[in-house]
């Protein structure tokens, strides 16, 4: 080290020249210069056959409109993670596949600009307010809806001798656990219940459970402490005695993790999922299974989900995206990935109309049920600008509890905590 | 640094030249050179330089700027002073990040500097397919530590894995390696050191090779048994060698994350997530959190600095005592 | 001596017991076999088992079929070698395409760092001039500051240059490697003066010099750097993750990460193409070893 003078004069007349200037570069998407070539980039992730009936459906906007769409398929678990990055380093894709809006609000175009005639007034009620901004904007579309619920293997449930659960009458938890954990003992599966590892899948127990992050109107928090704590130390017990999978949750970390794999295993009886699931079991499952209505306890019914499409305003394509989110949320588009992917519509017309699923249409009549039974409260919370950084929140606060780092009660208080701050960091 | 220069090349084509030989350079006759020669060094460094200055120099004095700004998600920009830092010191999660990353270097720095002078010692004998043991230890250095983190991740998992099927029909139970947090941890700094000391024991062979031989003779000729010929003259002359090794390590220690995002994720609840992951997410997550990620930055790349510098002086007086 | 001691290896391929290693200092005794002699070869073997285990384990299992690798207990080896999980691999998840981003990037990568870094050393040894000093501390010092810890800010280089998504991208930023230009200083430092000056005097130009004289000198220290540089390109992974946002841009390492944290594409295949990654740089190395040997030996720097 013989000259840290002159180094040390060097760095920080540099520090002093440089921290004068703001280190980024806001941009105005509005301003986003327009390219003219017909190329689409659509970041995208998938569930299993939904993908396969997007790129059909890609096909035949290709088709129509000379355009070239590239699907850009990302693991679930990192989609925001790469989504944010695109969008700080200025390369947003044109259209992509959220199930949280919210940490995007500022980026989303206005699809009204484009498309009105074509998209407004179009979707099921409850997302209206998410999905439009300050100003009226439309800011993305539902493009499909889900409904949680669980799924169970008829095969080790006739081999225990348990009957089935009956859709029209629901079974409640009580029953839930204590059959589950005689077909597993019939069976000797690892386990009894799977759950995803997912705030969202928690947010279906808490509101059997009575209570909900927020009330109905989405933006106060309104989770009831006696009701969370009986469900966060039943949840607790349930994996402290291996009915459910605690490694599971433990090794996920934060990161959603799906139980899929499991089940698909016969390692599990029950699996609480939704209907995302039924057409990747109906081509990847080796054994007869079922969709089953969700169990009661204060309350029946599952929790709503969605995805929505949305383009953004650094697209330099915004015209044509617009025109492709249209494309893939026509009737016809609707209700064709729903036929494929066993998806449950958003448009309006498809919901009155109804559809008839080629596969496994009982068990998707099972989902829908449960839409007729899921509380107002429900949706509140599921459409709640501040429901996915809660969600994410609560999955941290289960994992310290199953772990023993921290009590039923504490995890609900922290759970309230980061509904209160994701709200106001929502505004 | 000087200290690296002492592990300089001495080509041997003869006597080794001396170190001071770069000072007297081509030219010393300033007055005298061509212009050529007087541009050509410039030219010579430009490129490099070029690059270094856009993309290390300014990129981590522009770190320090960052961490004053609140990221407000990534796009727009506000002053905050020392905001980031006064909100991450109260984050649990940053006390958290912090407290796995000083477990995981204090274990690694020590647990490499101790096995791999241990197997350089024993590759320093006369030892039978001593190349072969070299290139072993050294082979999973050269192994993508995204493979590594798959490979190991796989080995673990509780319930197939190799190692608990191994185990299990050994009766000897199945733990849940990375589903608890202390064995999580456990397994990371094993990986860690497995994939890393290769290289520390080449370092440190080195090193052994450039202990004068007439000192064992010498300390032979007195009797000296070879406990004592390691404790009065291996370790002592070691110590520049062992210096390098824990400085190295303690550089590659603090930003450990490729290996450990496929082996845990940085799980289970966090207990293996350290520095550098802290600062991906805070990065790439929502809501984007520029400032306090380069806050974060800031602060490991202190407690890097100070470390090490601490190690060179504490090196620098026990050489003078 | 260090080197000489490793020329003599060199110079006899089969370093067991041969001329060459037994010119290693040695603290051990006599040549009698001793408790400690066998308690060293029982250490070093136990060791070696541990770090080959999960290499031959991977691969091995990369021939396995699905329900093969579901086994419980595995059985150690494949039932036969079938090739279906490389080509499916291959032929199913583009990873031909991330194979081919990963050559690119390193092949250009390393190109580009072996240029600039030779030249750079070469004006840091060899010439006297202004600001040589200072620029040599900074190469030293950035040695702490590992992309790994600002890429923040260098993701926002990258973005206003228009790098990100390109494997430019990946190519340019790490390319200024400052291990790269010390390692190939303190080798160049080595070349007797007088050389240069001959050449001067016989009218070459600088330039001339450094491509006719110095770079054939320095041979050695290149092939350490272009070794290095391999490995670390190949194996990046931060980096790509962040840059490289489109699946076509993939490097192998962030397609396997990608891939198997969502179980994407099946483990037998993500198992195949992981041996895949292993493979050039495990070659490369075998081959060069002992190159790489000498490089740490000389610097003791990575």
Known sequence: MRSPRISLTVASAAIVLLASCAPGSSSDGSKTKQADDKKLTYLYFTDGPDEQATRDLIDQFEKKTGAKVNLQIVPFDNLEQRLQARLSGNNAPDVARLTDITPFRADLLDLNKFQKGALGGKFLKGADAYVTGKGGELLAVPSDLTMNGPLINVDQFKKAGVPLPDPKKPWNWDEMV???????AANKTQNAI???????RFSTMLSQYGTDFFDKTGKKPAMDTGKATAAVKRFAELNASGTMPKDLWLQAGTKYKAANEIFLAQQTPVYLSGNWQV?????????SWAAAPNPCRKTCGGFPGGK?????????????????????????????????ANFLPTRKDLISSGVKYPVRDADMQTFLDDVKRTPQAAYGSAYSPAFGATADASVKELAKVLAGDSSPKEAVEAIRAAAQKALKDAQ | MTSTARMAPRRTVGPAVPQSGHRKSVNRRRSVKPWNQRV????FVLPNMLIFGLFVIYPAINNFNISMYDSGNGRDFTYVGGGNYQGMLSEAEFWSAARHTVVFAVFFVTLTTVVSIGLALLLNQRIKGR??????????????????????????????????SLLGAAGLGQPGWLV???????????VGLWLHVGFYVLIVLAGLQGIDSTYYEAARMDGASGWQQLRLITLPLLRPTTMVVVILSLINGFQAFDYIWTLTGGGPVGGTTLMVQYIYEHAFQSPVQYGSAAAAAVVLFCAVFALTVINYLYNQRKESA | MSLTALRGSRDTPDARGTRGTRRWTSIGDGPTPTAGRVLAYAVLIGLSIVVLAPVVWAVLSSFKSQSELAQVPPSPLPSSLRTENYTGALSSFDFALYLKNSVIVTVGATLLTVVINTMCAYGLAKYNFRGRNLLFLVVLGTIMIPLQLIFIPVYQMAAQLGLVNSLWGLIIPPAATPTGVFLLRQYMLTIPDELIAAARIDGAGEFRIFTRIVVPLSGAAIAVVTIFSVMWRWNDFLWPLIISQDQSKYTLPVALAQFNSQLVAPFNYILAMSVVSMLPVVIIFLVLQRHIVRGIASTGLK
């Open chain 1, 178 to 184: 204590k059959d589950a954990k005689k077909v597993q």
């Open chain 2, 180 to 190: 608890n947090s202390t064995l999580a941890m456990a397994v990371v700094i094993f």
């Open chain 2, 131 to 164: 190349a072969f043991f070299r290139t072993v230890f050294f082979l999973p250095v050269v192994i993508s530590p995204v493979v590594v983190g798959l490979i190991w991740g796989w080995i673990f998992e509780r319930k197939n894995g190799l190692l608990n």
């Open chain 1, 194 to 200: 799977a759950m995803d590892v997912s705030g969202h």
């Open chain 2, 40 to 43: 050509a060094p410039y030219l």
């Open chain 1, 279 to 287: 057409s990747a079991f109906a081509k990847g499952a080796k054994f």
């Open chain 1, 308 to 340: 929505f499409m949305a383009s953004f305003k650094q697209s330099k394509h915004q015209k044509l995206a617009a025109e492709f989110i249209a494309f893939m949320n026509s009737e016809k588009s609707q209700e064709k990935l729903a036929k494929e």
